[in-house]
């Protein structure tokens, strides 16, 4: 069953340990997890198949190195909007921008507070400029650009 937004779920330490291991590697087989548990593999794959139809696994992605596809620039745009009614049709928007990897509805100075991906500067000004400030609502943008990324990570059960 599918949890609803304000309801959460109960973990026991064999559903922790499964979650931790498939959060570092999503490609661990069910075997080596249950004979890292001790448990049957059956078991094992029933517990994840219940994580998820809770809502609490969504999915499983494979991460790769953007800078091996020549994306060297990672920046983060603070976005003010014109009313805060105009977040849906803009989020809309960023949405077709391939480079926009994440939007996030925020608190403080910006509306919005999105992440992008570009190749080089240039690219960066060419999305700003030609896409991102374009949007009918954006009423101007900030720019920070990150020098580097230490920490990726999932949160610990």
């Known amino acids: 069953m599918k949890l609803k937004d304000s309801q959460s779920i109960e973990l026991d330490g064999i559903d922790k340990?499964?979650?931790?291991?498939?959060?570092?590697?999503?490609?661990l087989s069910v075997a080596?997890?249950?004979?890292?548990?001790?448990?049957?593999?059956?078991?094992i794959h029933q517990r994840i198949h219940?994580?998820?139809?809770s809502g609490?696994?969504?999915g499983t992605r494979i991460e790769y190195d953007i800078k091996v596809l020549g994306y060297s620039t990672v920046a983060f745009i603070g976005i003010f909007l014109d009313?805060?009614?105009?977040y849906n049709a803009v989020v809309s928007e960023l949405?077709?921008?391939?480079?926009?990897?994440?939007?996030?509805?925020?608190?403080?100075?910006?509306?919005?507070?999105?992440?992008?991906?570009?190749?080089?500067?240039n690219h960066l000004m060419k999305v700003l400029n030609g896409s991102?400030?374009?949007i009918k609502g954006i009423v101007r943008t900030e720019t920070i650009i990150s020098l580097d990324q230490r920490i990726n990570r999932q949160l610990k059960l």
């Open 17 to 27: 340990i499964i979650l931790n291991n498939l959060s570092n590697n999503a490609r």
């Open 32 to 43: 080596y997890i249950a004979k890292l548990v001790g448990i049957s593999p059956t078991a």
């Open 50 to 53: 219940k994580l998820e139809n």
């Open 56 to 58: 609490l696994i969504t």
């Open 83 to 86: 009313k805060s009614t105009s």
């Open 95 to 121: 949405e077709a921008i391939p480079e926009v990897l994440e939007a996030h509805f925020t608190t403080g100075n910006y509306s919005i507070f999105a992440k992008i991906i570009c190749k080089d500067n």
């Open 132 to 134: 991102v400030q374009s």
